[in-house]
């Protein structure tokens, strides 16, 4: 089983939409939970952290429920500049420091 | 931007042939990493350093090594390329404190044929 899970899409959504990402982790050791964007044949940038209490950043919205070890993440309103890759990733304590696992990544696409 | 860079941004090399990539940073941070990047499995860790000498294997470690002899350097190496292991190499730096981001470089092509 994978380490950090998420639906790979495609989610093809009109614009204006809310659209919801899911992610699953299985390692309880798991510290610090992130989310990164990545445009097409780019390097990964920050989105936003998830925190327990829930986070919001203008349309982004993080939540993250540790005991179901679940993380979401919903865009309303969303704009064509939101197509790309959404990467769920989990900052898991090992013996060796942190090791930062990534899921799959789900693609959006917003379409006119 | 963070001052990460990789080297070469693309490399073409022939199966067999040994191949070394590298990450440089300026920013002292203590962890870097590297993953390779496939269609259909996103980011996989093949190694990375928590220190100057200090390293430890990711998921897909088979068919890499890697070193790390200075804080701004992590290199990936590729002792005998397979084609099985062309893709886009990205190397990733942060501090390791908890909820703080990593950086990535922008990447590197390899092609192995």
């Known amino acids: 089983r994978k380490e950090v899970e998420q639906d790979p899409g495609p989610f093809n959504v009109p614009e204006g939409a809310t659209v919801a990402f899911n992610c699953t982790y299985s390692n309880s050791a798991s510290q610090s939970f992130f989310w990164y964007r990545q445009d097409c044949r780019k390097e990964p940038k920050l989105l936003m952290s998830?925190?327990?209490s829930g986070n919001e950043d203008g349309r982004f919205t993080a939540q993250l429920n540790r005991a179901s070890q679940y993380i979401s993440l919903l865009i309303r309103d969303s704009k064509l500049s939101d197509s790309a890759t959404y990467l769920c990733?989990?900052?898991?304590?090992?013996?060796?420091?942190?090791?930062?696992?990534f899921g799959t990544g789900t693609q959006l696409k917003v379409e006119l | 931007d963070a001052g990460i860079t990789q080297s070469p941004r693309h490399k073409v090399t022939e199966t067999g042939t040994p191949v070394t990539l590298r990450c440089h940073q300026t920013?002292?941070?203590?962890?870097m990493y590297w993953y390779r990047q496939d269609p259909g499995h996103g980011l996989r860790l093949i190694h990375y350093?928590?220190?100057?000498?200090?390293?430890d294997k990711g998921e897909v470690s088979d068919g890499y090594s890697v070193s790390r002899s200075k804080t701004e350097d992590f290199l990936l190496t590729l002792e005998s390329a397979t084609s099985s292991q062309t893709s886009v190499y990205f190397c990733?730096?942060?501090?390791?404190?908890?909820?703080?981001?990593?950086?990535f470089g922008q990447g590197t092509r390899l092609t192995v044929v």
């Open positions: 990733v989990v900052n898991i304590l090992t013996g060796g420091g942190n090791k930062l696992t």
């Open positions: 350093s928590y220190g100057v000498k200090d390293t």
């Open positions: 990733a730096i942060s501090t390791g404190a908890v909820n703080t981001e990593a950086f």
């Open positions: 998830v925190y327990s």
């Open positions: 920013e002292n941070h203590r962890y």
